[in-house]
């Protein structure tokens, strides 16, 4: 089974919305959990990690806390801006180090 | 700030041709890894390397595949003989170690490996 499931994209929004990406993962093991963003034509960029449960990433106006009850890791940020415009990835490594499982990934559309 | 480098930016080969790719980790970064992208899809794993040798590989990475890390700052993907499938965006990525406070990779800018 997929070890990390996020929303489908494109996400369309209105510049100054708000952004809320889900992610899921496989409550197996110790992961830390990370977003990743790829702007077009680019490499993987680390936005935020969370290592622990309860823990909160932020980064660049996005955050995201490790829910171990809901085993969730949503990715949110309050004001949008065109530069967002991207895909995100939700990722988890199985214990604290190792390979890094993605979501699928959701592109994300900001217009002005 | 320190960064993954990769070489080179995009590679084209006629199948069944070897190509390397090359890839420089940040400079004190002890684990390595390689990872794929078909277009339009998800990132995939491929290997882990740390001290010298594979810690883990994924089903994809079989006998036509090898990693090596030549010299002291080089980590190179190897592939003997390239298919139309290996056609995909490959990752370099690397972390300086293995508690969870040290463990974020860092992502070179992709090689894309155009097989025809």
């Known amino acids: 089974g997929n070890s990390v499931t996020q929303m489908e994209g494109p996400v369309t929004l209105s510049e100054e919305a708000f952004l809320t990406i889900n992610c899921t993962y496989t409550?197996?093991?110790?992961?830390?959990l990370f977003w990743y963003v790829q702007y077009p034509g680019e490499g993987l960029q680390l936005l935020l990690k969370a290592t622990k449960a309860d823990d909160k990433g932020s980064n660049k106006g996005f955050e995201a806390t490790y829910r171990k009850e809901t085993t969730s890791f949503h990715l949110e940020k309050g004001s949008v801006q065109v530069s967002d415009s991207a895909v995100y990835f939700c990722a988890r490594t199985r214990d604290s180090w190792g390979k890094l499982q993605f979501g699928a990934g959701t592109q994300v559309v900001v217009t002005p | 700030e320190p960064e993954v480098t990769q070489t080179p930016s995009h590679q084209v080969t006629q199948m069944g041709q070897e190509v390397i790719l090359r890839c420089v980790p940040i400079s004190n970064h002890l684990y390595f890894y390689w990872y794929r992208q078909i277009l339009g899809q998800k990132v995939e794993f491929l290997v882990s390397?740390?001290?010298?040798?594979?810690?883990?590989k994924s089903e994809i990475f079989d006998d036509q595949f090898s990693v090596e890390r030549p010299d002291g700052s080089n980590f190179t993907l190897k592939i003997r003989s390239t298919k139309l499938e290996d056609s995909a965006m490959y990752f370099c990525?690397?972390?300086?170690?293995?508690?969870?406070?040290?463990?974020?990779?860092?992502f070179g800018p992709g090689t894309r490996l155009t097989v025809l």
């Open positions: 990525a690397s972390s300086e170690g293995s508690t969870s406070v040290r463990n974020e990779q860092f």
């Open positions: 390397f740390y001290n010298n040798e594979i810690s883990e």
């Open positions: 409550a197996t093991g110790y992961p830390s």
